[in-house]
Nanobody
């Protein structure tokens, strides 16, 4: 199974971006889907997750600005990012847990200019 993330790019502060992640290959039971990010010189951190039942969780710094959702195909996960700030600059990674197995995408760069 491979995860393909897309939607990163350069945006000015206050702008918006939408990230999408789609797994390819044999899809089993998806438990949790999520987005993580790693800024230069910092550890990777959780941004948002969504369970198979639709329960969402966000890091405090993005609450009210970011929204995680599952795509129409239910196997994809999107992250709508509004009100972006320079401190949101990072490589964003999608993660999917299927049947207890962890899968990570390669990451997509989000750069927010001030």
């Amino acid at each position: 199974v491979q995860l393909q993330a897309s939607g990163g790019g350069l945006v000015q502060a206050g702008g918006s971006l939408r990230l999408s992640c789609a797994p390819s290959g044999r899809i089993f039971s998806i438990n949790v889907m999520g987005w993580y990010r790693q800024a230069p010189g910092k550890q990777r951190e959780l941004v948002a997750t969504i369970t198979s039942g639709g329960t969402t969780n966000y890091v405090d710094s993005v609450k009210g600005r970011f929204t995680i959702s599952r795509g129409n195909a239910k196997n994809t996960v999107d992250l709508q990012m509004n009100g972006l700030k320079p401190e949101d600059t990072a490589v964003y990674y999608c993660r999917i847990i299927m049947s207890g197995i962890d899968y990570w995408g390669k990451g997509t760069l989000v750069t927010v200019s001030s």
